[in-house]
Each structure stands twice: as C-alpha cells, then as structure tokens.
C-alpha cells in the first residue's frame, strides 16, 4: 500500500538535506517572532493588539511575497533542471520588480494615512493610534525584506536553502536584542515601547540587505546579472504572468481571505482579549508548521528539477511520499500541541504574557482545534504549495486553495462572529472549514497525476 515511499538511494538523504535548513529557518523566523510577541505582550494586551491590527495588511503583503517566491520558484527550479543561469536572472528581475511595487505602495500608505488605512480592520481608538504609531515604520521594513525573500527563494530553488537560514538567523537575532534594547529601555536607551519593536525590525531588516549584497558580490556558484534584473525582458515577463500570476494571486487573496479572520474577531465582543489570544495561538501555529513547509519547499524543488531535466515519469511517486511525510509530520506535531496546551499552557506559558482569563480561554480553544486539523493541514500545505505547484498546476492549486477559503470558511466566519454572534469556539471551527474541503479536492487532482506540465519547454511560451 505504501510502496511509493520506497525510493531510489540518496532520496531521503537529499529530502533531508534540502528541507532540514528549510525547516531550521522557518524554526528561527517562529521562534524569534514568539520572543518578539513575548516581549510587546509584556506590556499588555493593547499593544499586543495594535501590533496585531497593524500586521493585518502586513500580512497580506508578506503573501504577496510569498506568492511571488512560489511564483518564481516554480519557473527557477525548473530552470535550474535545464541549469539556463541567464533565464533564472530574468525571473529573479521579474520577481524583484513585482515585490518592490508593492512594498513601497503599502510603505506610502502606512506612512501617509496609518489612521484611516488601519481604522478599516478595528473599532477600538486606542489600539488603533497605537497601531498608526507601529505601522508608520513597519510598512518601510518590507520594502527592504521584500527584496531579501526573493533572493533567497532563488538561492532555494537552486538547492542552496543555507544561505536563507544564515541570512534569516542574522536577521531575527538582531531584531530579538533590538527589541529587548528599544522596547523595554534597556544599555541606555530610552523605552520606546510598541515603536521600539518597529524601529528594532527596519533595523533588522537592512542587515538582511546587507548580507545579500555581500553574498551576491562574492558567489561563484551563481552570478547575479545586473542588466538582467533591470531589464528581464518581454518575453519573461509574459512568462512569469502566465505562470507565476496564478500563484501571486494565490497568496495575496489567500492573505487577503485570512486578514478578514482577525478583521472579524477584531469587531466582536471582548475583541482586544480575542486578538491578543489570536496572536499567541497564530504565532504556536506557526512554529508548529515549520516541518510542513520544510518539506512543501523540497517538494516543489524536487519536483520542479526533475520535470525540467525531463525525468517527469517519477514525479507522481515522488509526490505521494512527501505528502506522506508531510501528513505523518503533523500527526505526531499536532499530538504534541494538544498535550502542551492542555498540560502546560495554563501553568506557565499564558501568563508569560499576562492573558486575562478571557484570553486564555479564547487561546486554549483556538490552540486545540490547530491540533486536532494539523495533519490534514500539513498535507494540505505539501500537497498544493509543494507538489501541485511545483508540477506547474498552478491554476487549478490556486482554484482548490482559495475557494474553500472565500466560498466556505469566510462566509460561515462571518455569520457565526457577526450575525449569530456566537463564541470564539464557533468562529474558529467556521474558519477551520476550508482543510476539509482541500484536503478532498486536492486529493482528487493528485490522483488524476494531470498536474505534471513541463513550463520551460518552448511552446508552452508562446
């Protein structure tokens, strides 16, 4: 029955050695972030729900962003099968133009009109200022980070995911001590509060930029083409739009989708305890998922190489035993996240961030329903981000990803928090809907094996 997992030698070995540096990046990016709400949550649950109301659109930029990875990653990783260096810079140019229009859009916005912009997602005044405050020099951040993560999804989908773990580890380390120092007022400077954490991320973020711009200077494994970047090319950009679009679109009205969850607990009854509680359980889920999108990443790599070098008659096997690992992975995660929030949650790790009752309670709840979909979510992120993506299905795993989101989840969202006004138990099984129906509809794709299409062949870019 489980033959497929039954690989040539040296595939776990390579699996392994391209999705552990995946893992440990996103495992330092959670962590820190954890340490990172620690530290807001510290003083108290208004700050820590204007940082959560002002990463409301920053989250959908930060899917913009993961969209055009996914995007680029799609082409570059085939691209690297055919090992044609000259088209992975074009794409990479494609990608950059495409992150930095939106990023200093967004910057623009919260720099400009943080008030009203921000008024859109919460009915509270005073969270709201404090969140203008955040937002102002947050929004500049992106701009900076936005070129960092298209950088490194190249250097991933040429089998180099290192480079984003050293890049990333520097990153948030730097931002961790940044936030003790600025927040909290501590070696001599002033407390700055929730604008200290801000101030302590763009900071963070133009050491990133510059590690980028060393590594990109001394690399001898790949060059970067000036020219290429600027000027990419019609035709690539054609490419990109017919190929990567889809997934760009993916992510941003994914992101899109989901802002509307805390938008929705953001004008519900004992909001500022729901978003604070939101916060924690978000940034547990995150940590949590570390392993889903290790291997979700090695999968559209894998995948991608080898439809590219024209070995496309393995890929379906190759599939179905990383969304098994996947699947497997979260079975024994979400295990662990029952116990810990059932066990040691309420003694030592809800009041490290001083949650009223309320929040606590609203953070168990969201925190076992995470545990009880985690395998079903993980196969799902493998199965869409990893396998149909980087079998060039881009279309259909857009269709199968934001359906559920739009067509089920938000609609029973809304009229559970908004029109019933029903418990936060309630909405959160509302939103947890869209699993089910992906897990259903990507199976029945995967097992028609009618995603595997080959994007770099010259007549698919007429």
Known sequence: MFSYLRRGPGFYRRVGGLAVPIILQNLITSTLAMADTFMVGMLGEVPMAAVTLANIPLFVMQLFFFGVQSGSAVLISQYWGRQDRQAINRVVGVALWAVNLVSVTFALVLLLIPVPFLSLFGNQREVILLAADYGRIIGLSYVLNGVTLVYVAAWRSMERPGIGMYILAASMGTNTFLNWVLIFGKLGAPALGVTGAAIATLIARVVEIVIVVVHARRSRVFRLDLGLLLRPGLRTVKQFIRYGSPVVCNETMWGLGTAIFPTIMGHMAGSTEILAAYTIAGNVEKLCMVVAFGISGTASIIIGREIGAGRSDTVYQVGLALNTLAAAGGTILGAGLLAFTHLSAPAWFFPLFHLSPAACSAATIMMT???????????????????????????????????????????LAALAGLVFHLSILWVYL???????????????????????????????ME
């Open 369 to 411: 329903v995470q545990a009880c979909i985690m395998p079903m979510r993980d196969f799902n992120n493998c199965n869409i981000v990893g396998v149909l993506r980087g079998g060039g299905d881009v279309k259909t795993a857009t269709m199968i990803d934001l359906c559920p989101l739009w067509l089920c989840a938000i609609p």
């Open 430 to 460: 509302a939103m947890s809907t869209e699993q089910l129906v992906k897990c259903i509809a990507g199976v029945v794709r995967l097992r028609t094996g009618k995603w595997i299409h080959d994007l770099t062949r010259p007549q698919t």
